[in-house]
């Protein structure tokens, strides 16, 4: 069902609607929310408070064409804002939040030692961005989104969020020994390709 479609059976009440969007997203939600905090607590915590208000309001919201990308910036302002408030949570930095984009290479393309060292060189570029070039190289090459989701979610201008990636890649070809930028973004794929092991259901 595509996402408009879906949207509005949830909005109407249909709670098969609802569990299919969890089920849909979860993981990447999970992903994502991982990269602003270590906290496995703190993500979860805000995943479920994130459907259940979802489904409580949801005679009040608006339409959307991409769920991903209205689940995830209601995540992230979840997350940083519970960050800020509960003293339980002591990892998320009050004006700038930490955000890690970090890599999973499949074991078999990291096999030989150039390989490795290659992927483990890559992390180490990808740690000297900023937490902003850091999220929008996540959206962006492990998400697929495109920049109007982008500045959506990170509440970004349009030419800002093309300039923050286009600034990112720069920098991470200038650190990867000016690697041409095909083969920096096959990287980057590769990288951000690894499918996460499902997580425990936090619907109920």
């Avoid at 249909?14 to 991982?34: H, K, P």
């Avoid at 900023?130 to 959506?152: F, H, P, T, V």
Wanted: charged share 25%; glycine share 4%.
């Amino acid at each position: 069902m595509e996402d408009i479609n879906l949207w509005l059976a949830m909005k109407n009440g249909d709670q098969t609607a609802l569990e299919t969007i969890y089920r849909r997203y979860v993981n990447n939600l999970f992903s994502y929310g991982m990269r602003f905090s270590t906290n496995e607590q703190l993500v979860e915590d805000s995943i479920q408070d994130l459907f259940i208000e979802l489904w409580t309001h949801r005679t009040n919201l608006g339409n959307t064409d991409s769920i991903i990308r209205y689940l995830m910036a209601s995540l992230r302002r979840k997350i940083i804002r519970k960050g800020q408030q509960d003293h339980r949570y002591t990892d998320l930095d009050d004006t700038t939040p930490y955000f890690e984009a970090e890599l999973a290479f499949d074991e078999q393309w990291i096999a030989g030692q150039d390989a490795a060292a290659a992927a483990a060189k890559l992390q180490q570029a990808l740690n000297a961005l900023s937490a902003r070039q850091q999220e929008a190289i996540y959206l962006k090459y492990k998400e697929g989104l495109d920049y109007d989701d982008i500045c959506n979610i990170m509440e970004l201008q349009y030419q800002s969020a093309r300039n923050l990636i286009a600034h990112a890649i720069q920098k991470l070809r200038q650190l990867m020994d000016n690697l041409p930028t095909i083969i920096l973004l096959g990287y980057l794929f590769m990288g951000f390709g690894w499918v996460q092991k499902p997580i425990p259901c936090l619907l109920y």
